[in-house]
């Protein structure tokens, strides 16, 4: 299976499947055959299954066989999208895929490399020859546009001169005429010969890719064919590899539409029919809500003109009520203007005592003014007071706390040297006690030596004074 065969089935898998794909291909079927029907011919469904098959397996072999070729079909699908990955990633699955795919996976990132830079030179050179082709109209436009202007241009020269010189005009013109015709015939030819010249590199371009495009196809399906062979490497690839937004939604089309097939392939031509006569009864009731909507349209709009017609009635009265509160609004006019007068002389009569009351407020803001400044200062004394304390107490406490990390240091040492002295202390009382032990021991076999040799030699007297008695 080739890179450049996959496009073509994607295009029509994408296109075929709908937001519904199982409702969409039972509405495509044919009608079929009207058959009697009885309470035991009739398939009884659960309406909100009536879509599903009965059968959860597949029974026939061709069948089978087109669900296993559909399914090799996806698997590969699923090798090719995740190819790019594994690409880009050699050195991380070099130890999984084996020597063989790695070597067939660097030859077909040489020929995805080639096909690239041959395809960007094509893109070029079909640019180059579009922009030769846009410059080589908009030349030919500018020259017609002059062959036309010339004639206007020529005469207007010749009645500008004077008759005297009228030799020299006639013989001026068609020198520039020849002039520029060659110059014309020059870059026209020049314009052909390079368009030809890039038409041709195009050509060779295009074969050159379509034949890198095919040994592209063929190292794609010998890629196929190494990961069908390792299917170990094949399932770490696709557990650990990752796919584009465009390849995903191409597998999860494939997919759907493997359900698609296989609720085609389970469906029964009973189950079938069946679900046709389904869908007739759910257009009916759809025809019977469609009803109902109009009923309730005409409902809507008779209630709108009634309430037209409720509303024309308010307006009317509205207009009514309007009149009579002129009037009401005149007499409260006129009520109005007696309450201004009478609140202009409580003004005139209240404005002494504003001002008076305004007296006493201004002195007691000064008062309150001084009394905040006052406030004021001595709460920045107090803060001066606070901040120098504070900075104190600050510079005390790192002391304190340099202090205290010296003392743990001295502490530490401390302890450990009163720990050592401890142990040789320990060390000495026991050298003490166990020379003490040694000693007594030895004056204990020295006491019983010396008792001993007393002993032997009172017993030697002994015999040698027996002896003289018996002589």
Not at 430 to 443: F, P, S, V
Request: charged fraction near 35%; proline fraction near 3%; hydrophobic fraction near 30%.
């Amino acid at each position: 299976m080739a890179t450049a065969a996959l496009p073509q089935p994607a295009q029509v898998m994408t296109e075929g499947t709908g937001t519904e794909p199982t409702l969409q291909i039972k509405l495509q079927m044919p009608q079929p055959p009207s058959m009697a029907k009885g309470p035991r011919n009739r398939i009884r469904l659960d309406p909100s299954r009536a879509l599903e098959p009965a059968r959860k397996k597949i029974a026939t072999i061709e069948a089978q066989r087109v669900m296993s070729v559909f399914e090799d079909t996806i698997k590969k699908s699923e090798v090719i999208t995740v190819l790019p990955f594994v690409l880009e990633n050699l050195d991380r699955f070099r130890v999984v895929l084996g020597s063989e795919l790695i070597g067939l996976l660097e030859q077909h990132k040489v020929l995805q490399g080639s096909y690239n830079e041959i395809k960007q030179q094509l893109d070029i050179q079909m640019r180059r020859m579009r922009k030769a082709r846009i410059r080589t109209a908009s030349s030919g436009k500018s020259e017609e546009a002059e062959g036309e202007r010339e004639p206007t241009e020529h005469f207007g020269e010749v009645t500008e001169d004077s008759f005297m010189k009228e030799d020299t005009i006639v013989e001026e013109p068609e020198e520039r005429a020849e002039s520029r015709a060659s110059s014309k015939a020059e870059s026209t030819r020049s314009r052909i010969s390079s368009a030809a010249s890039m038409e041709s590199q195009a050509e060779r371009t295009m074969r050159n890719l379509s034949l890198v495009a095919q040994q592209l196809s063929t190292s794609c399906k010998n890629v196929l064919r190494a990961f069908s062979i390792n299917r170990a490497a094949m399932s770490t690839v696709l557990q650990q590899a990752a796919r584009s937004h465009e390849t995903q939604d191409l597998v999860n089309y494939l997919n759907d539409l493997k359900d698609i097939l296989l609720n085609k392939l389970l469906t029964t031509p009973g189950e079938e029919r069946e679900r046709m006569e389904y869908i007739q009864q759910i257009k009916k009731k759809n025809d019977v809500i469609r009803r109902l909507q109009l009923d309730h349209h005409q409902i809507q709009k008779t209630s709108q003109e009634k309430t037209n017609h409720v509303k024309n009635e308010a307006d009317k009265q509205e207009s009514a009520d309007t009149k009579n509160s002129e009037g009401k609004r005149q007499r409260y006019q006129q009520e109005i203007n007696q309450l201004k007068t009478q609140l202009q002389n409580h003004i005139l009569e209240h404005r002494e005592n504003e001002q008076k009351l305004r007296r006493d407020k201004f002195k007691v803001e000064t008062n309150v003014d001084n009394l905040i400044q006052k406030f004021d200062a001595a709460m920045t004394e107090r803060q001066n007071e606070y901040e120098e304390i504070d900075a104190i107490y600050t510079e005390e406490k790192k002391q304190l706390h340099e202090l205290e990390e010296r003392f743990k240091t001295l502490d530490t040492e401390y302890q450990q040297i009163m720990e050592e002295r401890r142990v040789a202390r320990e060390k000495r009382e026991a050298a003490e006690r166990e020379m003490a032990l040694m000693i007594k021991a030895a004056t204990t076999v020295q006491a019983f030596w010396r008792s001993y040799k007393v002993r032997k030699a009172l017993k030697g007297r002994k015999k040698k004074g027996g002896g003289k008695k018996k002589k």
